[in-house]
C-alpha cells in the first residue's frame, strides 16, 4: 500500500471517530433536552439562549465541513481519473 494512501485512510478513520464522538455530543443534548416540559420562566430564558448561541455554531461548523470532505473527495476523484503522463 502507497504511503499516500495509509494517510488517506488514516484521516478518513480519525474523521469518522470524530464524527461518532460527535454523534454521542448530540444524543447528550437531546436526552438532556427530554423531560424539561416543567422549565421555570429564568431557565427557559437560559435554554433558549445556549440553544440559539450553540446551535447556530455547531451548524456552521458541520455545513463548512461537509464542503471542505466534498472538495477532498472531488480532487481525489480527479487525481483517480487523471491519464498518466506516459499516455499522452
Known amino acids: ?6 494517510n488517506i485512510l488514516g484521516e478518513v478513520e ?8 460527535l454523534l454521542g455530543q448530540l444524543r447528550e443534548i437531546g436526552g438532556m433536552a427530554t423531560g424539561t416540559e416543567q422549565l421555570t420562566p429564568i431557565q427557559e430564558a437560559a435554554v ?6 450553540q446551535a447556530e ?11 471542505y470532505l466534498q472538495g477532498w473527495q472531488r480532487a481525489i476523484n480527479d487525481a483517480l481519473v487523471m ?6
Do not use: F, N
Open 57 to 67: 455554531r455547531a451548524k456552521e461548523h458541520l455545513e463548512l465541513a461537509g464542503q
Open 14 to 21: 480519525y474523521l469518522r471517530r470524530s464524527c461518532e464522538i
Open 83 to 88: 491519464e498518466p503522463s506516459w499516455q499522452r
Open 1 to 6: 500500500m502507497h504511503h499516500t494512501t495509509r
Open 48 to 53: 433558549a439562549d445556549a440553544h440559539v448561541a
